[in-house]
């Protein structure tokens, strides 16, 4: 019993020695990356990839001011700067956009830039599995009206950097389609950044109400049609808080049982009596078009105004018909 103590102590101090080179004799990333690039850096990671080891820094110019990353390679004497982004601060560049809200996508000039305030991912990747590293940026930027998703990816191997920026408004009546450049024609990363992406903007998530009413009538939300029969779904419970409560209402309306409400940069919804079901009266193409005036001109007409306005929708609750 005495030697296997003692065979078992030599086994356990040899893969304490063979984690050293790891947890004794480097530096923590971000110490590194300031000892290489100086200034302020606000995060690091590295990656062994075989007998090379590779750095990804994020750096920051100035207090409050814009990023830059950088990717690093390691050598007997100090690390090497291998690729930067942007590599002049201003520069402009080709992106590919996709806009969830108005269900649009393609290439667009933008300004080549790292924020750094909305910080998701940084990573060093091998999609490839080829011993040259892919870095990886993940940034998302929110404000009233939706979220500004920003994906960045550089493949050290074809020297190629891949920048989509994703608008995902929070009225967001199209279904989410997205499809990334033709362009791209590596299988390893295209693959990952569709899965990325799928993850983070609800493919293949239940629709939403009004992302079910679109897909039955957005041709009428488009202009593209006078005048349609709904076939609405019921809710119930009805998963709109029609108090104002939870949802800002711009306008309200009722007729007999039924009583009608435009949410704030969403949809018209109907609420039926004292059952706490709704559906979906009308879905505006996006959340500028938001109905701003219910109008009850006649127990079977009812006029939805939006912008003031410059167009009107009426709904006939009776036979459940839109027209313009």
């Given at each position: 019993?005495?030697?296997?103590?003692?065979?078992?102590?030599?086994?356990?101090?040899?893969?304490?020695?063979a984690?050293?080179?790891?947890?004794?004799?480097?530096?923590?990333?971000?110490?590194?990356?300031?000892?290489?690039?100086g200034?302020?850096?606000?995060?690091?990671?590295?990656?062994?990839?075989?007998?090379?080891?590779?750095?990804?820094?994020?750096?920051?110019?100035?207090?409050?001011?814009t990023?830059?990353?950088h990717?690093?390679?390691?050598?007997?004497?100090?690390?090497?700067?291998?690729?930067?982004?942007?590599?002049r601060?201003?520069?402009?560049?080709?992106?590919?956009?996709?806009?969830?809200?108005?269900?649009?996508?393609?290439?667009?000039?933008?300004?080549?830039?790292?924020?750094?305030?909305?910080?998701?991912?940084?990573?060093?990747?091998?999609?490839?599995?080829?011993?040259?590293?892919?870095?990886?940026l993940?940034?998302?930027?929110?404000g009233?009206?939706g979220?500004?998703?920003d994906?960045l990816?550089?493949?050290?191997?074809s020297?190629?950097?891949?920048?989509?920026?994703v608008?995902s408004?929070?009225?967001?009546?199209?279904?989410?389609?997205?499809?990334?450049p033709?362009d791209?024609?590596d299988?390893?990363?295209?693959?990952?950044?569709?899965?990325?992406l799928?993850?983070?903007?609800?493919?293949?998530?239940?629709?939403?109400?009004?992302?079910?009413?679109?897909?039955?009538?957005?041709?009428?939300?488009?202009?593209k049609?006078?005048?349609?029969?709904?076939?609405p779904?019921?809710?119930?419970p009805?998963p709109?808080?029609?108090?104002?409560?939870s949802?800002?209402?711009?306008?309200?309306?009722?007729?007999?049982s039924?009583?009608?409400?435009?949410?704030?940069k969403?949809?018209?919804v109907?609420?039926?009596?004292?059952?706490?079901?709704?559906?979906?009266?009308?879905?505006?193409?996006t959340?500028?078009?938001?109905?701003?005036?219910?109008?009850?001109?006649?127990?079977?007409?009812?006029?939805?105004v939006?912008r003031?306005g410059?167009?009107?929708?009426?709904?006939?609750?009776?036979?459940l018909?839109?027209?313009?």
């Open positions: 019993m005495k030697e296997r103590a003692i065979t078992d102590c030599w086994i356990l101090a040899l893969a304490v020695l984690l050293l080179p790891f947890s004794l004799g480097q530096a923590p990333p971000l110490q590194e990356a300031q000892k290489a690039l200034g302020q850096v606000e995060r690091a990671v590295r990656k062994a990839m075989g007998a090379q080891v590779y750095l990804a820094a994020l750096t920051r110019e100035k207090t409050g001011g990023g830059r990353l990717l690093l390679r390691k050598t007997p004497t100090g690390y090497v700067e291998v690729f930067r982004y942007p590599r601060m201003g520069e402009e560049e080709t992106s590919w956009l996709i806009d969830l809200g108005a269900g649009k996508q393609g290439k667009q000039r933008t300004l080549a830039f790292i924020a750094l305030e909305g910080l998701r991912d940084l990573q060093l990747l091998d999609l490839n599995r080829d011993g040259l590293p892919e870095v990886y993940e940034e998302v930027d929110c009233n009206a979220c500004g998703h994906y990816l550089h493949d050290a191997r020297k190629r950097t891949w920048r989509v920026m608008w408004p929070f009225y967001q009546p199209r279904p989410p389609r997205i499809a990334l033709q791209l024609k299988q390893a990363i295209r693959h990952f950044l569709e899965r990325r799928a993850r983070q903007h609800g493919m293949g998530a239940p629709l939403t109400p009004e992302q079910e009413w679109w897909t039955r009538h957005g041709a009428f939300s488009e202009g049609l006078r005048r349609i029969e709904l076939h779904r019921r809710y119930t009805c709109y808080d029609l108090t104002g409560r949802y800002s209402i711009a306008a309200r309306a009722k007729l007999g039924l009583q009608l409400a435009s949410v704030f969403g949809p018209v109907a609420l039926e009596g004292d059952r706490n079901a709704c559906f979906v009266v009308y879905a505006p193409p959340a500028n078009d938001w109905v701003q005036e219910i109008r009850v001109l006649s127990p079977r007409r009812v006029a939805l939006v003031e410059e167009e009107l929708v009426y709904f006939d609750p009776t036979g018909t839109l027209s313009r």
